[in-house]
């Protein structure tokens, strides 16, 4: 039997041998040439994932770095967090500890933040920067992005934060068009990476915003990345192996085609939920806000969630989640994120039911 444990949890997810490999490449400086090439060479594809026209920024760190860099950033009056799950919840939490006014927008977890709620919220006046998880990767809900763009257009001097972790490169999310001001994402979930990157752009909106703010320290300071972003270097020491594997990651993408990317993981998903009503489960996450990344599904069935992991994990080598804070037990979640395949999920659907 394989020692191997494969990760269909919602991050860390599984990496591919030919993405471990990129990160044995040989070491280079973070100061010379084949740097610069290496990092100038991946920019285009990046920006069009991100569907944006500006630079996009490494960060040797994981993606709550980048959401607390945001707030640093951005936030000179008061920051309004949308929370509906654990990550979304304790965004407010960091809000506070970065020592920013902040407002909670609180919902129900497994309810979508919905587009009225953030009008509402915004027209007291209060607020001049809003936080959004686009997936919440804790409850498998998908929060209507587009509506609540719409929403913030109508608020000018509100900068909009978008996390877009478990999310980007699933489905298509234009940045430019949409009018986001931080779009990021780390590199442990749908890009099938190890932890230890993150990846963000900011409108020059933000930025302009951001040069005003004295307090927003220096490793996340979104005007040292763009100082250092015109030379193709980053404000600090880079994590080289995590760039080297993102190239190749982005070669992978390409190759597939970002439409073809995205249409299979909306099959999957669908492939997953379709198991999900035949085993008389339900979703936690309503009708039309569900994740297409992952499923969170409800234990209305009542089984014993931890002892089904462990015998997953021994008799097939496989591992998914036993459900996220308030909710472990109570809740399980699947995810089809990354590189796998039809044949890859029927297998693990396939060992999910001869434990079960």
């Known amino acids: 039997m394989s020692s191997h444990i494969k990760l269909f949890i919602p991050g860390p997810i599984e990496v591919s041998e030919k993405t471990f490999r990129a990160m044995c490449a040989p070491m280079i400086g973070h100061r ?33 770095g980048v959401m607390e860099g945001s707030i640093r950033n951005l936030t000179k009056k008061k920051v309004l967090n949308a929370m ?27 309810s979508a933040v919905l587009p009225d709620l953030v009008r509402e919220a915004l027209s007291t006046g209060e607020y001049d920067s809003f936080t959004l998880i686009h997936n919440e990767t804790s409850c498998g809900v998908r929060n209507p992005l587009r509506e609540i763009a719409a929403v913030l257009r109508d608020f000018p001097d509100v900068m909009f934060i978008v996390d877009s972790v478990s999310s980007f490169s699933t489905e298509a999310i234009p940045m430019d068009e949409l009018g986001i001001d931080v779009l990021l994402t780390g590199s442990q979930k749908a890009l099938a990476m190890p932890p230890g990157l993150a990846l963000f752009s900011v409108s020059e909106r933000a930025m302009q915003r951001a040069a005003t703010v004295p307090d927003r320290g220096y490793y996340f300071d979104f005007v040292e990345f763009a100082k250092n972003q015109e030379q193709d270097m980053t404000p ?60 969170c599904v409800k234990n209305n069935r009542e089984v014993d969630v931890a002892a089904w992991i462990k015998n997953l994990r021994e008799k097939h080598r496989f ?38």
């Open 236 to 295: 600090s020491t880079p994590v080289i192996p995590l760039i080297n594997a993102l190239a190749s990651k982005l070669d992978d993408i390409f190759t597939e085609g970002v439409e073809a990317r995205h249409a299979r993981h909306a099959a999957l998903n669908a492939q997953v939920h379709d198991w999900v009503k035949a085993r008389g489960f339900d979703f936690f996450a309503p009708e039309g806000y569900r994740s297409v990344s992952l499923t």
């Open 84 to 110: 509906c799950g654990a990550f979304s919840d304790k965004w407010f939490d960091v809000s506070q500890r970065c020592g920013k006014e902040a407002g909670a927008l609180q919902v129900p977890w497994g």
């Open 32 to 64: 010379g040439g084949e740097f610069k090439k290496l990092y100038a060479g991946i920019q285009p594809r990046l920006q069009e994932l991100f569907g944006t026209k500006r630079p996009v920024f490494l960060s040797t760190s994981s993606a709550w």
């Open 319 to 356: 591992v998914i989640d036993g459900g996220y804070g308030k909710i472990k037990g109570k809740t399980f979640r699947i995810s089809n994120m990354g590189d796998e395949t039809h044949e890859t999920i029927a297998e693990l659907l396939a060992a999910l039911d001869d434990t079960l």
